[in-house]
């Protein structure tokens, strides 16, 4: 079986897999099974600014089509085609890492009365709804991490929209690695979250 990989003009050529570069793209179910490495996210919203210490809020897991909705690090290498990247993974699938991450940046804010997950009994004032539209290295021209998570905040007394927005993040990639992939797409994400982070607290 043969793996794909990026020559310097971006463009792909076959290689054996046996000896794939760290920058190599596979899709997900060809080959055995190898130890990957395994990525994390963060993010740092301020800690300063307009607070809802009144406010009870629950962060739902996001939902994003099944291509996104994994482990794996997604690679945009066409318009119309997605492929993984060799030898890494996310450290649990993508949509619970953003909740879970979400989550833990509104507690940290440190400035709501509480945030929880659903099943955890809190008395709710407003959800956090989120769709992952987007989280990919973009190899079309110029690498580049694109992350795109739309959010509504919905009132949970009385189920209306009181907001709903697009956070866009787009970030270059400096390097080759798969490392370099990763961080990129964990900025991406790090700017996202400490925005939706930031705005929720602005309207709520």
């Known amino acids: 079986m043969t793996g794909m990989t990026l020559n310097k003009r971006g463009s792909l050529r076959p290689t054996a897999l046996a000896v794939l570069p760290l920058v190599a793209l596979i899709v997900a179910g060809c080959g055995s099974k190898a130890n990957n490495d395994t990525f994390d996210l963060s993010v740092t919203p301020a800690s300063t600014g307009p607070a809802a210490r009144g406010r009870q809020i629950l962060v739902p897991e996001p939902t994003a ?23 890494s993974q996310w450290s649990d699938t993508l949509p619970r890492m953003v909740q ?19 099943g955890q009994g809190l008395a709710i004032d407003y959800q ?12 079309v021209g110029a690498d580049a991490a694109n992350v795109e998570i739309f959010v509504k905040i919905l009132n949970d007394r009385n189920g209306t929209v ?3 927005r697009a956070f866009q993040t787009s970030v270059p990639v400096s390097g080759s690695d798969n490392r370099d992939f990763v961080q990129a797409l964990n900025a991406a994400f790090a700017v996202a979250g400490a925005e939706i982070v930031e705005w929720s607290l602005q309207v709520m």
């Open 128 to 139: 956090i709804v989120a769709e992952i539209r987007a989280f990919e290295v973009n190899t």
């Open 100 to 118: 879970s991450k979400l989550v833990a940046a509104f507690e940290n804010s440190g400035r709501l009365g509480g945030v929880g997950k659903p």
């Open 65 to 87: 089509l099944k291509a996104i909705d994994s482990n794996q690090v997604v690679v945009r290498v066409s318009p119309s085609e997605i492929q993984y990247l060799a030898n």
């Open 162 to 164: 009181r907001a709903q």
